[in-house]
DNA sequence: GTTGCACGGTAAGATATCCTGATCATTTTA
DNA sequence: TAAAATGATCAGGATATCTTACCGTGCAAC
């Protein structure tokens, strides 16, 4: 059977070659003198053969041991190049996470935690991705990214949800309609508007608003498009606040009141599988920047 | 400062992927299972992140445990690789001698000792090139040549020389000539004679036939021009017995008895500077089959 | 030469490391 | 529910490893 070499025996050998002799190699590896002689006499009985000459007072390689030191350098600076890496990984100084989370979150939320992200831990490599609140469960639930920002739908056991804030649902409406000044409102205000259903509309299920949506006839999934139709004056819409553009200047949003309706947003990953490195990192700090804000 | 991850910890983790658990690793690296527990821990602890999933009873990866699996594959391969190849080296199955003989080694001993030594030694990669007796000394002075088999010169300090056979001297004529029936002759029987010097003609200096060499006004380094010389009649010659190529019809081959002068053949190796493996395998060899012609 | 110094090798005891055997908690299987 | 299998834990003893002290050699300076 091939003998097993041991790194620190190698790391001897490469250290008396480098420093010149067995005392200064002692030295420099914070070791004994004979500690080395030992590890290199070891060395040379697994090899079965003498790596150095002996006699003459001075550390000089056979050819067998000329022949085994570029091997065995290369062999020490690979473990080096590996332990290095796995350090790096582990220190958040490398590595990868991908994340999921909704249009909203993604375009409202992420850009500023992400901007102090890749400051503090600038060797690691982001991808954020988005869809719609049940595609990023499915994401996190495939592996396909490890976190998700969503909204919270009922508990699975397969993944573990951390709720960050709290999104309050409102109308939008153009700023001269009817509705535009109020601070806040009762479902039952809406009853008669012409209501623009969109990809979050859904969050009104199970809610006495519900009864809205029966009435409505129009859904409009792309964002752009729905404050297009806004804008147009054809119609008003729920939406949380998040997911609001405030900057549109024709658009206005009026909280709905009662029923008070909240999207609970959290955070997702896996349950059974524990985070990259990268990702726990990730998830600490998306925690420090929103963990606060929900009760 | 990085890790110094053991090899045989790196073992244990391919193992246990590899046989699917703990206990069957322990079972195929013969050891116990808290040897496979205790060293995964030790292996997590130098690396600050655990590697597999806690907590459910099967062995599974950690994302940072499937990052590493590779790496760690992969270094672990490289060892082995380059543990097989110096056992290799130290086994003579594999690595390189480089010889130098004189001309007369080299095509009447070395074809069969090089036969069977390719036999008993396959991997073993051979080099040989002969010359004349000092460059061959040199050759094996200067490193280009690990083994060196030539007529022993004056003993050196750097070269340790082994004897291997012994070679006489005698003269070389045509069969026509009349020395060519003799038994055995004096040196001085040779007066009178054309003497053609050739490269061995030096074997006769410090002694009394060297006095022969100062009648001789032609000197052919080339063996087969010198043949070519002998066969059509122009002189005699000197050679010691192996440099006589015994095939040539029309040459004879007259011991020189007074003085009886022979050239001792040996092995030259540096003094000092081990032998590789494989050249330490072809020095047994040689003298296997040489060693027990001198007395 | 003789002395002093640096080199590497060796021996014995201390220390750290590793491995084992028994045992436990948990999960899976029959 | 009983039985088997998984991995974790702990105390102990075997093994390996390191250190301290000492030895022999070769080289340089005196």
Not at 135 to 155: F, N, R, Y
Not at 216 to 222: A, D, E, T
Request: aromatic share 4%; hydrophobic share 45%.
């Amino acid at each position: 059977m091939q003998p097993e070499l041991k790194l620190q025996q190698l790391r001897c050998m490469l250290a008396i070659l480098d420093q010149g002799g067995f005392h200064a190699a002692a030295r420099h590896l914070h070791r004994s003198q004979p500690a080395i002689s030992m590890a290199v006499r070891d060395l040379e009985e697994r090899l079965g053969q003498p790596l150095f000459e002996k006699g003459n007072g001075k550390a000089a390689l056979t050819p067998f041991g000329q022949w085994c030191l570029p091997r065995f350098h290369e062999l020490v600076a690979h473990h080096d190049r590996v332990s290095r890496d796995a350090l790096a990984m582990t220190c958040h100084q490398a590595g990868r996470v991908d994340i999921a989370t909704v249009p909203s979150v993604a375009s409202r939320l992420m850009p500023a935690i992400l901007a102090s992200f890749v400051v503090d831990y600038p060797g690691i490599e982001i991808s954020l991705q988005d869809g719609h609140s049940e595609l990023v469960a499915q994401m996190v639930l495939t592996g396909e990214v490890e976190l998700g920002i969503t909204s919270l739908w009922q508990p699975q056991e397969a993944l573990s949800s951390t709720p960050l804030l709290h999104d309050e649902i409102g109308v939008v409406c153009r700023d001269d309609h009817p509705l535009a000044g109020l601070d806040r409102l009762h479902w039952r205000e809406l009853a008669g508007y012409s209501l623009i259903r969109n990809g979050t509309s859904r969050l009104l299920v199970g809610s006495p608003a519900a009864e809205l949506l029966e009435h409505s006839s129009l859904f409009i999934s792309n964002m752009i498009s729905l404050t297009a139709m806004l804008e147009a004056g054809i119609g008003i819409t729920t939406l949380p606040r998040l997911a609001f553009q405030e900057e549109h200047e024709r658009l206005c949003f009026v909280p709905l009141a009662e029923p008070l309706l909240v999207r609970r947003i959290g955070l997702l990953c896996r349950t059974g599988v524990s985070l990259s490195p990268a990702a726990a990192a990730m998830r600490r700090h998306v925690m420090a920047h929103l963990g606060g804000s929900v009760a």
